[in-house]
């Protein structure tokens, strides 16, 4: 039976991109928090004030991390990919004696070659898978605005 | 008073996000002020939600962070424009201008 051990490196690197999604957010809650202590707000109030102006910070941590592991990963298997292909089609043209297979080998490797061409131009990726936007977050304020 | 807010057509965040980053690069707290400053808080860009939105660009490749300093000595993920992001930008300005134009022409003709 085979056991599933979790790769010590994908565990890591998912660990590192949470780190630093929580520091970047962190960053902003506390800018809003020495904001609203520049506007005179008392001190116990202005990090629940900033905390709740910024959000769920769990969800938004999690759909940024889910975001950029889901960005490497895709990036990650194409890589590989277009590796494999160059490999199998270099042993096809070593290994065949036949002039028509040696072209599908040609053809393999030039495949491999144009596909690592569309990774190297960014967003080629993004156009291909195009992104689930939803957009209630930003809106037009039809009264005087209040911020806390 | 509770304030009341219609949302926005889809993309125009990402619209106002490659604006502001067109001029410099910024980090996110950076980019939420500029919006509300410039807008002399008429939009509202809700903090957290701003990041998935970054995150998405990042992915498409409008954009590309890197790590820095920011104005008050703490280290901040920046994000600027890609090239890729400049063209969207145009693009977009272009197809924007169209629309609220073409609105503009309906609302006038009644």
Partial sequence: MKIGIPNPFTFTSRQKTAAEVAEELQFHIDMLEGKFTQSGMPAPQEKAAAVKRFGDLDNIKNQCVNINRRNSLLRRMLKTFTIVLAFTGLSIIILASDYKVTRIGTMLILISLFGRLLLHARGCVGSVFPPRTRERSLSVINDTPKYT | ?110
């Fill in chain 2, 1 to 110: 008073m509770a304030n009341d807010r219609t949302d926005l057509m889809q993309g125009t965040l990402e619209l106002l996000i490659l604006n502001t980053l067109a001029r410099e690069s910024m980090h996110g707290y950076g980019i939420v002020q500029r919006i509300h400053e410039t807008t002399e808080d008429l939009l509202k860009v809700e903090d957290g939600s701003l990041y998935p939105a970054l995150y998405r660009m990042e992915e498409r490749g409008l954009i590309k962070s890197e790590w820095g300093v920011s104005e008050n000595n703490r280290r901040a993920k920046f994000y600027k424009l890609t090239r890729t992001g400049q063209r969207k930008l145009e693009a977009e300005r272009a197809n924007w201008n169209r629309i609220s134009k073409a609105v503009s022409k309906i609302l006038q003709a009644t």
